[in-house]
Each structure stands twice: as C-alpha cells, then as structure tokens.
C-alpha cells in the first residue's frame, strides 16, 4: 500500500511540473506583450512655433504717394477695405486721355465705315462701266486702289482703338491695386511706410496675418509618423489629427486639427524625413510665435 501511494505521489508531481512551466509561460508572454503594448502607447512630444495660418508680405504694384492708410499696426483690416490708398491723379489723368483718344477713334470709325460702303458701290459701278467700255482701265483702277486704302484705313482705326482700349485696361487696372483689399480679414502686423510717402513698385507696405487658424510645424522621425497615422480620420479630403497643445504655463489644450503641406520620403531613414503643417483652431491667451509643446497619441498595432 505504501508503495502504490508513492507511485501515484510521484507521478502527480511529473504532471505538475509541465502544467507549471505553461502557466509561467503564459504569464511571461502576457507580461511581454503588456509592456510592448504600454510602449507603443506611451505619447510623444514634438516642440514648435505657434503660429498665424498665412502670414502675407504685401507689396506696392503701383508707384506712388500713399494719401491714408486703412488701418493701425495691431488691428483687424476688414474685408473689402483698402490696406493703404496711393494717390492716383496721375493715373485718371492718363486714363482721361486714353478715353477722349478712344472716342476720337470711334468717330473717326463711323465716318470711315460709311466711306468704304461708299467707295466700294462706286469700284462696283465702275466695273460694270468698265465691261461696257465706257470708261478706261486706269480710271477703273483709280476707283479701285481708292476703296482699297479707305479699307485699309479702317482696319488701322480697329487696331489703334485696341492698343487704346488695352492701354486703358492696364491703367485702371493700376488704379485698382493702387488701393489694394482682401477678401478676408487680416490682422495687421507691421506696417513699412508711413502717410504721404512715397513708394516704388515692389516696395513693402505691410505684413499681414490670417489669424482666423493657427499652424504649428511638425517634423517627425519615420517611426513617429506612422505610429500616429492611426489618428487621421478621413472628412472632406483632408487629414484630421487628435493631440493636446501644451503652452508655457503647462496648460493642457486638448485640440483637432487637419493636416497641410504633408512632406513624406519613404525611401529616407533620416531623423526628420517626414513632416506637415498642423492646422487648427487658434488658442486664447497664446501668442503667436510661442514655443509650444505638441503632445501626440500614437494608436496601438502603428
């Protein structure tokens, strides 16, 4: 009896020893993917520029005294208002006299089209007395070059009224940038002259910004993209991303944007070999050009 109840000690001992190594295992595999999954998890953070969506540097398209400006360094210029207004007389001068040249022309227009129609009946009368041998050639030919250059006359008249009309149109079209407007309202940053100056065609006016979004650069490590790939959800074409903002006072804003400008290279191993703007709504209490911290969730299986 003794015997047979060591026998079934010892081999229920055997079998638990393979049962233990599984359950240590087990519990080692478990472990391992728990930790590698926390890693994957874990955010990273990127540092950047807080930044106006578009920064536009204005430049004069016509040359000359600036009479007002539209608005104050640090205000809002409304859309449809005139950044600066430069003073023009000289262009409705030139423009006058291009109209009343213009209306010259289609005066003289008039009177030579009724000329041609005149001349021509008269080349066609003169055939047909010709054919009955009532008059000579050369009074035939006469009539003949007369029809021809009172239509050459005219077509000169057409194309002087096009060089008019055109010089006209490159005219008001200066007197139009001359008092330059946006469709948008800009925040005025910096303006570059001042009232009753003077300035040349491509000198600076003003900076202005589109503060109505921010944007912030991020340049990434191939791994770090892909792992936040994850976070883009497709709406209306574009690329949106999740990620939390952290200014100087290590205030946490929890923010959606889209992505702009996306710059990949997949056959690049470098550091920052990706990149993109990230375009988002703007944040009260930041200013712009604040280094701000941008915090990222990669998703797990990235």
């Known amino acids: 009896m003794e015997k047979a109840s060591e026998r079934r000690h010892r081999g229920a001992f055997i079998i638990t020893i393979p049962w233990l190594l599984y359950c240590c295992i087990l519990l080692t595999v478990n472990a391992l993917a728990d930790k590698g999954s926390s890693k994957a998890l874990t955010p990273f953070t990127v540092s950047s520029i807080y930044s106006p969506c578009r920064v536009y540097e204005i430049k004069a398209e016509v040359g000359g005294r600036i009479i007002t400006k539209g608005v104050r360094e640090g205000q809002i210029l409304s859309a449809g208002t005139p950044l ?62 007369e029809f021809l250059n009172t239509r050459l006359s005219l077509i000169q008249n057409h194309k002087q009224q096009a060089e008019v009309r055109s010089n006209l149109l490159v005219i008001k079209d200066k007197i139009k940038k001359a008092a330059p407007v946006f469709s948008l309202p800009l925040y005025c940053a910096t303006y570059y002259v001042e009232a009753f100056e003077s300035v040349l065609p491509g000198e600076r006016l003003a900076r202005l910004m589109d503060i109505s979004r921010a944007r912030v650069h991020i340049d990434l490590s191939p791994k770090k993209f892909k792992a936040i790939l994850g976070t883009y959800k497709g709406k209306k074409g574009k690329r949106e991303v999740d990620f939390v903002l952290i200014d100087h006072a290590s205030t946490r804003h929890l923010l959606s944007g889209y992505i702009e400008k996306l710059r990949t290279n997949p056959d690049s191993d470098y550091l920052y070999s990706y990149g993109f703007d990230l375009v988002f709504p703007p944040v009260d209490g930041l200013l712009w050009g604040e280094v701000v911290t941008v915090e990222f969730q990669p998703v797990s299986g990235r």
């Open 84 to 145: 600066v207004r430069i003073d023009v007389s000289s262009l409705v001068s030139q423009a006058k006299e291009q109209m009343d040249i213009l209306s010259d022309l289609s005066s003289e227009e008039r009177v030579l089209k009724e000329m041609v129609e005149l001349r021509q009946k008269k080349y066609h009368r003169y055939m047909d007395l010709f054919k009955k041998k009532k008059i000579a050639a050369q009074t035939l030919e006469d009539a003949r070059i």
